[in-house]
Nanobody
Framework: QVQLVESGGGLVQAGGSLRLSCAASGDILSINDMGWYRQAPGKQRELVAGIARSGMGNYADSVLGRFTITRDNAKDTVYLQMNSLKLEDTAVYHC??????????????WGQGTQVTVSS
């Protein structure tokens, strides 16, 4: 059994900052890619940022230069630092992790989602 638990969402004014965290726990041998998707009401799910185990990250054009993704492999945790937040960043943010379990099976797991609301 593997769980991803997110934290750090909330309400913030435009121009402000939030930091999301997502910790994986359970039957984990190793974690490959981790990252964040978001989905706003009436919109398609969007990849926000992903990060390889090496630390190499990739970003959606809409957040490039404002968001930073990092991870702590010792803690099986991924972070998303969000600065200069805009109204259009309002969404439910879901973390994901590509996990090898101890039985050498591999699966992508998802967090339950955390709401980020940016107000004017």
């Amino acid at each position: 059994q593997v769980q991803l638990v997110e934290s750090g969402g909330g309400l913030v004014q435009a121009g402000g900052s939030l930091r999301l965290s997502c910790a994986a726990s359970g039957d984990i041998l190793s974690i490959n890619d981790m990252g964040w998707y978001r989905q706003a009401p009436g919109k398609q799910r969007e990849l926000v940022a992903g990060i390889a185990r090496s630390g190499m990250g990739n970003y959606a054009d809409s957040v490039l230069g404002r968001f930073t993704i990092t991870r702590d492999n010792a803690k099986d945790t991924v972070y998303l630092q969000m600065n200069s937040l805009k109204l259009e960043d309002t969404a439910v943010y879901h973390c994901y992790a590509d996990i090898w379990r101890n039985d050498w099976s591999r699966e992508t797991y998802w967090g339950q989602g955390t709401q980020v609301t940016v107000s004017s």
